[in-house]
């Protein structure tokens, strides 16, 4: 009885289909940016994405098998926990004559689809193609464009290929997903071909706009247990006009018969799809709306937030969250999380924010149960990593600044016993000689750097001040002076032990003698390896103090330079002069990307090449400057009031912008590893937004604090639309004839907007006035109010 009901839903799901001709995707985008990409750069990869499903190809239209982590496996069409195809293939077939499209002679990226030009040599025909995904939905669309340039008819005909590999996602072994051969079946009535795994649930269907004149069984070169399938067309186009063909694919995880419903509904509603997704995507550019001299850095804020909304992921039977990066990391992370979701709350996308904070939650109490929070899991739910140590008391940070923008006490509430199981066990199991600083990974993936980290002794004293913040907001005011105790002996400790007058640095870890010497080894030959002679002798001259000054006791050591000795500076917890003098240290290991994330690694020269950066063959970040530590760098400038400073961080990572992928920025700067990345937007809205602009909300008590350092160079600035709580705010900076003019808009009225100002005269309209410290604090709950400075 069962299987005569499936089969009733699909013969029933199948007599719905109606071959009706597609608008042109081109005409409903008319308004919408766009980013031509670089010839030189059309053998790269291309992400098109929805929440539900994404596709990774080549510029220039090919679908090679790429990435590591499954290797080869990371491309295609993916709609976790499993892949739909591996690619899929269109040819040009004149009489004898077959042309592959897969050689395109240009890019476009939207921030909602993408475009493929080709030109077939000889024959005055032109062709686009486009990719469509939608969020929400387990399906997406294929276009193609003929138009004929000719003064004569061209008849020909076209294939399309499809290559499915149903297949499980990274781990899934772990989850008893086990892969088997796919098998195809062509639905003559309806003209679909229907793929799915031998003995999952695992299927895709896909059909075109238009009936096929013929199908069969394509030859594939794809490794792996996929099939390939084909639809022909005859196609037949008059001098000077156009004609266009669009395809549905579809896929699900559970049956069938849920792909060809999702089949039939995108052929029904592509065109409400894409205007929903475009509509959508205008409201992320009006929110926190950038406008400064620097074009092209407004650009990179601009389009960082629309990467953002691309790395939302959700899977139904695990949960939705941001993921960290494509192609190679498209799943959860506990830290990439919780630097992301600060830029994710100032740039005003608070549902995925919500959702990853849930997801990261649950799965954490599930897998650990005692606060620790997980550092990577996959999207079929196996975790891979249980936690490194930093990633507890980053959540700590993360919960009190989302608290900060909503003002959501029952979302504080919710959270906050993970919190406080975290901060135990992170002592308690973590800090076997009790010094307040635990033992464990950070951010550094290096073998042997495991014992008191600089970093994680910089988020654990931000963790446990920030917990005060929240205990105290609670009502736990004997917790919150316990934290508080923690968090300032914290500071003064790694004010004290980690600081290195010699190297004028924090250190990167504290450790013995026996541990130093033994990573020294290491990295002389990493840095030999890579030819950097500086390195090996300031390694060798490092080798000979510990030789022969030894220590019984553990001491800090400065050993790779890596980027985490900066984040005391990023946490705003250094002392001021040591601030100043490690700042300026820090500025030896860049390059005009950024900040190595180990400085040993960095040239001679400090780099000055603006070069494609060469990684090795096996994938490594050996050798790699990244956004996020230069991100780090740019917020630690600004703490300590050089905004100047910061902004040339920011250039730096601009220059990364659509250097490899248009509309997007890579992790490696500039065009190695994830083609884009969910952190990225941190190391740009935490600056611009609450540093620049310096907007530092408190919703829970209606109140916006104003604090703005701008650039020198920026003598307009504007930011629209930043969404606090159930308010939202614009700021409107401007420099006349060296005068400060500030405008500010708001929502509401009862909401205070304090402003801070060095001490001057102002004019001000709409507000109180109040001079102290020599400061100028200027009060105001109206809907819109201006400072202007005067002489």
């Known amino acids: 009885m069962k299987a005569l009901s499936t089969l ?32 030189d750069y059309l053998d790269s990869p291309f992400v098109t994405a929805g929440n539900r499903i994404y596709i990774v190809g080549h510029q220039d239209g090919s679908f090679p098998e790429i990435g590591w982590h499954i290797k080869g496996e990371m491309g295609g069409v993916w709609n976790h926990p499993i892949k739909l195809f591996d690619g899929f293939e269109a040819e040009t077939v004149f009489e004898q004559d077959t042309i592959t499209l897969n050689k395109a002679t240009s890019f476009v990226n939207y921030p909602i689809a993408s475009k493929h030009d080709f030109n077939i040599s000889g024959k005055n025909i032109e062709i686009e193609r486009w990719q469509f995904v939608p969020d929400q939905e387990q399906s997406f669309a294929i276009q193609f464009v003929f ?20 297949r499980p996602t990274w781990l899934g072994e772990r989850t008893n997903m086990i892969d088997s051969p796919d098998r195809s079946a062509y639905n003559e009535n309806h003209d679909y ?14 059909k075109a706009d238009r009936k096929s004149d013929s199908y069969q069984i394509a030859s594939s070169s794809y490794k792996g247990l996929g099939k390939g399938t084909l639809l022909t067309y005859k196609i037949s186009i008059a001098p000077g006009e156009s004609e266009n063909i ?26 409400k799809e894409i205007i929903t997704k475009r509509e959508k995507y205008e409201e992320i550019a009006k929110q926190t709306k950038l406008t400064v001299p620097d074009k092209k850095l407004q650009q ?30 498209p799943w959860w992370f506990g830290v990439d999380s919780e630097y992301a979701l600060k830029g994710y709350l100032a740039i005003g996308q608070m549902e995925p924010v919500y959702k990853t904070i849930r997801l990261l939650d649950s799965v954490s109490e599930a897998v650990n149960g005692n606060g620790r929070i997980i550092h990577e899991m996959s999207t079929n739910g196996a975790v891979f990593n249980k936690g490194n140590i930093n990633e507890t008391p980053q959540f700590a940070s993360l919960i009190w600044e989302v608290y900060k ?16 199981k975290g901060l135990q066990w992170l002592l308690e199991e973590n800090d076997s000689d009790n010094n307040l600083f635990p033992d464990g990974f950070g951010m550094m993936e290096i073998h042997g750097l495991d014992s008191e980290m600089i970093d994680v002794a910089a988020y654990t004293q931000k963790g446990f001040d920030d917990a005060s913040g929240i205990a105290k907001e609670l009502g736990k005011n004997s917790l919150s002076m316990e934290y508080k105790s923690k968090a300032n002996k914290l500071k003064e400790k790694i004010n004290n032990e980690f600081w290195s007058e010699d190297f004028g640095s924090y250190a990167d870890f504290i450790g013995t003698d026996k541990q130093a010497l033994r990573l020294i080894d290491d990295a002389i030959v990493r840095a030999d390896t890579l030819n950097k002679p500086w390195s090996v002798k300031e390694l060798k001259r490092t080798r000979k103090y510990i030789e022969e000054n030894p220590s019984k006791t553990s001491r800090p050591f400065v050993l790779h330079h890596n980027w985490v000795v900066n984040t005391p500076m990023e946490m705003n917890i250094a002392d001021p002069e040591k601030a100043k003098i490690a700042l300026k240290t820090a500025e030896n290991y860049t390059n005009p990307f950024g900040v190595f994330v180990t400085g040993i690694d960095r040239d001679e020269t400090a780099g000055t090449d603006e070069v494609s950066f060469k990684g090795s063959e096996v994938f490594s970040y050996t050798g790699a400057v990244m956004t996020l530590p230069t991100g780090v760098q740019a917020v630690a400038e600004n703490n300590y009031g050089n905004p100047d ?6 250039k730096r990572m601009t220059q990364s912008f659509s250097f490899a992928f248009p509309g997007s920025m890579y992790e490696v700067s500039p065009d190695y590893g994830m083609i884009t990345q969910a952190w990225n937007i941190y190391g740009f809205a935490v600056p611009i937004v609450k540093q ?70 102002y004019d001000v309209t709409g507000g109180a006035v109040k001079a102290s410290e020599n400061k100028v604090r200027v009060f105001s709950s109206s809907p819109i109010f201006t400072i202007q400075e005067l002489n």
């Open 405 to 420: 923008w909503t003002g959501d006490r029952e979302f504080l509430q919710d959270y906050f016993p993970t919190i406080q």
């Open 193 to 206: 071909w229907i793929i799915k795994d031998s003995i999952n649930p695992w299927s895709a269907v896909y």
């Open 147 to 166: 138009k004929n340039n000719g003064s004569q008819t061209q008849d020909f005909e076209f294939n399309f290929k499809s290559f499915s590999d149903l």
């Open 645 to 650: 400073k910061a902004l040339d961080y920011l």
């Open 246 to 271: 669009t395809f549905f694919l579809a896929g699900s995880f559970n049956s069938v018969s849920e792909s060809l419903k999702d089949l039939r509904y995108i052929q029904e509603n592509l065109e």
């Open 8 to 39: 009733l839903i699909l013969f029933l799901v199948a007599n719905c289909f109606a071959q009706q001709q597609q608008p042109r995707i081109s005409d409903l985008l008319v308004e919408t940016p766009f980013i031509e990409g670089k010839e």
């Open 300 to 329: 990179t804020f601009e389009w960082l937030k629309y990467n953002s909304a691309w790395l939302v992921q959700e899977v139904p039977e695990i949960g939705t969250g941001i993921t960290a990066g494509i192609p190679d990391y």
């Open 692 to 761: 620049f602009f310096g907007i530092q909300p408190m919703a829970i008590d209606k109140k916006i604090t104003i604090k703005p350092q701008f650039p020198s160079e920026w003598d307009h600035a504007s930011l629209e639309n930043v969404k606090i709580g159930d308010n939202q705010i614009s700021v409107y900076h401007k420099i006349t004839d060296g005068k400060l003019n500030l405008e500010i808009h708001q929502d509401k009225t009862d909401w205070e907007i304090e402003v801070i100002l060095p001490e001057k005269n």
